[in-house]
């Protein structure tokens, strides 16, 4: 729960006179609300945000609640707002950050909040269950005779790069439609999804047309390519440019280029539907349903 004020503290924090302190303000609360709450420590060569964030719990809060995992940029689970910006606190650190003033630590504002550092990602994973998995096509039968798929490596390296993603959600945190728009969460898969029905589009054997879904039930239409995903990807994962983008043009080929109608009429193809490709998904239905928790607003901290 948060404490009772937001003055800093001082116990166990700032040394003898001279020495270099840095100020946390972290976000302490839960559902039902909370505040920022200063911190001040003694500076440490060689930190990252995670470091003093334990320093933290070690000496003057042991109830501050925070999520981490490998504190390597791996695992993706330290996920904050470090001074406005969705970042992984293993991977910022503090020497990048100005320590004239109070370093802010938020939790990830698109999520609803369980615990201070802590929100509740599920709607991640509801989206993950309506994604089509990978789907090969049949084996020809040179391939059936000679043991294995064939398939050209260019063709395999377009859909590898997504395949570095580290399930942080800094992207879908940061991506302004769910962000802002929490009606949007039932018809709106997001940038990290995007960017996996992309590596399953682009690979050379994959038989299930995700077109039409994307378009009509995971939101496709409503990303407006700002590139703030892109921006804050700790995989340096080009979202925008090798994913959405290269996505929003195969459903305008699949709905409006003549060649391709004219060549699915003469070689009496049809069309993929959304319902055919989201029959074979795991879960079927909206994009995400609606989070049990509702989010509440964290609000700014105030300077002083």
């Known amino acids: 729960m948060a404490d009772d004020t937001t003055t800093p503290r001082t116990d166990g924090g700032a040394g003898a006179a001279g020495e270099r302190t840095v100020t946390m303000r972290l976000w302490r609360g839960d559902a039902?609300?909370?505040?920022?709450?200063?911190?001040?420590?003694?500076?440490?060569?060689?930190?990252?945000?995670?470091?003093?964030v334990h320093r933290v719990q070690a000496t003057l809060a042991p109830d501050l609640a925070c999520r981490w995992n490998c504190k390597a940029g791996k695992c993706g689970s330290c996920s904050t707002e470090i001074n406005g910006k969705p970042s992984l606190m293993c991977m910022t650190r503090m020497d990048t950050l100005p320590t004239d003033e109070a370093i802010t630590v938020a939790p990830m504002k698109t999520f609803p909040v369980l615990r201070d550092l802590v929100t509740d990602v599920?709607?991640?994973?509801e989206v993950a269950k309506r994604i089509p998995p990978f789907n090969p096509r049949p084996k020809t039968d040179d391939e059936v005779a000679a043991g294995g798929y064939?398939?050209?490596?260019?063709?395999?390296?377009?859909?590898?790069?997504?395949?570095?993603?580290?399930?942080?959600?800094?992207?879908?945190?940061?991506?302004?439609?769910?962000?802002?728009?929490?009606?949007?969460?039932?018809?709106?898969?997001?940038p990290r999804f995007f960017a996996r029905s992309a590596e399953l589009?682009?690979?050379?054997?994959?038989?299930?047309?995700?077109?039409?879904?994307?378009?009509?039930?995971q939101g496709l239409n409503k990303c407006n390519i700002t590139k703030c995903c892109t921006e804050v990807c700790p995989e340096h994962i080009k979202i925008t440019d090798n994913a959405i983008i290269p996505l929003k043009e195969r459903?305008?080929?699949?709905?409006?280029?003549?060649?391709?109608?004219?060549?699915?009429?003469?070689?009496?193809?049809?069309?993929?539907?959304?319902?055919?490709?989201?029959?074979?998904?795991?879960?079927?239905?909206?994009?995400?349903?609606?989070?049990?928790?509702?989010?509440?607003?964290?609000?700014?901290?105030?300077?002083?």
């Open 251 to 304: 459903v305008v080929d699949a709905r409006y280029d003549p060649v391709a109608w004219l060549g699915r009429k003469i070689l009496r193809r049809t069309k993929g539907t959304a319902a055919a490709a989201a029959a074979t998904a795991p879960a079927h239905g909206p994009a995400a349903v609606q989070p049990a928790v509702e989010v509440t607003g964290i609000p700014g901290p105030q300077r002083r």
């Open 201 to 217: 589009e682009m690979h050379p054997l994959d038989a299930t047309d995700r077109r039409e879904l994307l378009q009509e039930e």
């Open 32 to 52: 039902s609300g909370g505040e920022f709450v200063d911190y001040v420590l003694p500076a440490v060569e060689g930190e990252v945000v995670l470091d003093v």
């Open 150 to 190: 064939r398939m050209q490596q260019i063709d395999v390296e377009r859909s590898q790069e997504f395949r570095k993603c580290i399930e942080c959600y800094l992207c879908q945190d940061v991506c302004h439609v769910i962000r802002d728009h929490e009606e949007n969460k039932t018809a709106y898969a997001g």
């Open 122 to 125: 599920s709607y991640n994973y």
